[in-house]
């Protein structure tokens, strides 16, 4: 109960100061190591099954972390992006992309962020998109107490927001919620007459 207030109390203030407060947060995480950045490692066979060619496309990786994430099995063909890591911190979307991939990040993001972000896909078009996305709270907090999720969703919410933003002409190849692990996984694919 004492914990479950804190936490609310640490996010309201972290809420009240704004996004650029959140960034600084995340800035200090990153540079102490608190992400790994491998639970790319998690999804991408179930990647390569969906989308069998995808060792042929261009594929954005949002929220890549500091090891390069996709590019480790992909290769060059895939833009790194974390703007939280130095290397890969250009903003992507001036580039060419088949296909976004992104694993353990939208939780990460506020509304606002994760609302430029689905704007951003949908105006790029690629391919296919493929999202994975924690349901619970974070076993981390930021450097603030606030839980480091900042965005808790249940899956048939995350499911329903993600296929209502990228729209009717991206067709589901995977719509899962697993509830031992807490996540929503969601792969879409653009249809022919696109």
């Not at 890549?64 to 063909?77: F, H, K, T, V």
């Not at 833009?79 to 250009?90: A, H, L, R």
């Not at 992104?102 to 606002?112: A, N």
């Not at 999202?131 to 606030?146: D, E, F, H």
Request: glycine share 8%.
């Amino acid at each position: 109960m004492v914990r479950e207030l804190a936490d609310r109390l640490a996010r309201v203030a972290t809420r009240w100061r704004g996004e650029g407060y959140y960034a600084a947060q995340y800035e200090k995480m990153h540079a102490h190591g608190a992400f790994p950045g491998k639970s790319w490692q998690h999804h991408v066979d179930t990647l390569c099954r969906i989308v069998p060619d995808v060792g042929k496309k261009t594929v954005l990786d949002f929220g890549c972390g500091p090891l390069g994430g996709l590019a480790a099995r992909l290769g060059d063909r895939v833009i790194s992006y974390d703007p939280f890591v130095e290397k890969y911190s250009i903003p992507p979307w001036d580039k060419r992309f088949d296909g976004v991939f992104s694993s353990d990040v939208l939780e990460h993001m506020t509304s606002r962020q994760i609302e430029e972000f689905l704007t951003r896909v949908a105006q790029a078009g690629p391919e296919f998109v493929f999202l994975n996305i924690s349901t619970r709270p974070a076993y981390k907090n930021l450097p603030n107490g606030a839980n480091a999720h900042l965005t808790v969703k249940p899956g048939s919410w995350w499911l329903r927001y993600l296929g209502n933003k990228l729209g009717s002409h991206y067709q589901p190849l995977l719509a899962q919620i697993d509830l031992l692990s807490s996540e929503v996984t969601l792969c879409v694919r653009r249809g022919a007459a696109d």
